[in-house]
């Protein structure tokens, strides 16, 4: 397999995407290796507590991560919390508003289908084993949230949130899934002094890439295997986005190539398919 050029590896890393108040646009395919994804955040504080935009020929997934927001799509609304998802369909007028703050990730794609609008309340799907779990051993456990994954109707889009242990490493084993998806990881809930190592790679001797990722940086998958790790006695959590090459054919989680080296175990995601 062709290793990384250093052109691409320009186009993969995205640092500080949640700092500015409003909603801003920092990943596209215009400006990055992404062929579909393209990710913003919509952040409610200050004198900006509101924010529209239209999701023209893109399906859109918007993802509290603090605060609490209304969300109105064609002027359904509806009441987010922490961890709370929902799905819009391309050809929706969107309106969020927060009270006091709200932090919202956006990830979008293109898709030829209309698909349904669809609020996801974490208080529900975290009760769902196949949504929620803990993946791996000691040394590499985590626990996985699926937002938008086989509990939604969808064209490419596929989306959620991983926090490990402390000092653990996590998409581990080794794994990668480049035929079918598209991958990026935006790194959340991680206040100084924590950071953690992400890699990306092909070439499983030398690593491409290899980069320190703190809180609110992007890391772009368009090939390879991609675990990472956090430092001792800190955790690292980050949201994962995916988008199918094929609408609809190609969005699966879970079916993924291990790294030939660490295959004996499952990929540690099984829990996903059942």
Not at 14 to 32: D, W
Not at 192 to 206: M, S
């Amino acid at each position: 397999m062709a290793t990384l050029a250093q052109t691409q590896l320009e186009k993969m890393i995205f640092r500080k995407t949640n700092v500015r108040a409003g909603r801003h646009i920092s990943v596209t395919p215009a400006n990055s290796t992404n062929r579909h994804l393209s990710y913003g955040r919509i952040i409610l504080r200050g004198e900006t507590k509101s924010a529209t935009f239209e999701t023209g020929s893109q399906e859109t997934g918007l993802i509290a991560l603090s605060g609490a927001a209304t969300v109105s799509v064609d002027g359904e609304d509806f009441a987010l919390s922490q961890w709370d998802s929902i799905y819009v369909p391309r050809g929706s007028k969107v309106r969020a508003d927060a009270g006091e703050s709200a932090d919202i990730a956006e990830f979008s794609a293109p898709v030829e289908g209309q698909y349904t609008l669809q609020a996801i309340h974490y208080a529900e799907s975290s009760r769902n084993p196949a949504l929620t779990f803990i993946a791996g051993v000691p040394g590499q456990q985590r626990q996985v949230n699926i937002a938008v994954g086989k509990n939604v109707e969808a064209g490419r889009l596929v989306l959620g949130f991983t926090f490990s242990e402390p000092g653990n490493w996590t998409s581990w084993p080794p794994h990668e899934h480049t035929a079918m998806l598209e991958e990026m990881y935006v790194y959340i809930n991680m206040p100084e002094p924590a950071f953690g190592i992400q890699l990306v790679y092909n070439d499983t001797e030398y690593p491409e890439l290899v980069t320190v990722v703190r809180d609110g940086d992007a890391v772009l998958m368009p090939a390879g295997y991609h675990p990472n790790v956090a430092i001792p006695g800190y955790r690292i959590g980050f949201l994962w986005a995916m988008a199918a090459h094929r609408e609809k054919e190609d969005r699966q989680f879970g079916v993924v190539n291990v790294q030939p080296s660490f295959s004996g175990k499952g990929s540690g995601l099984e829990a996903s398919r059942k």
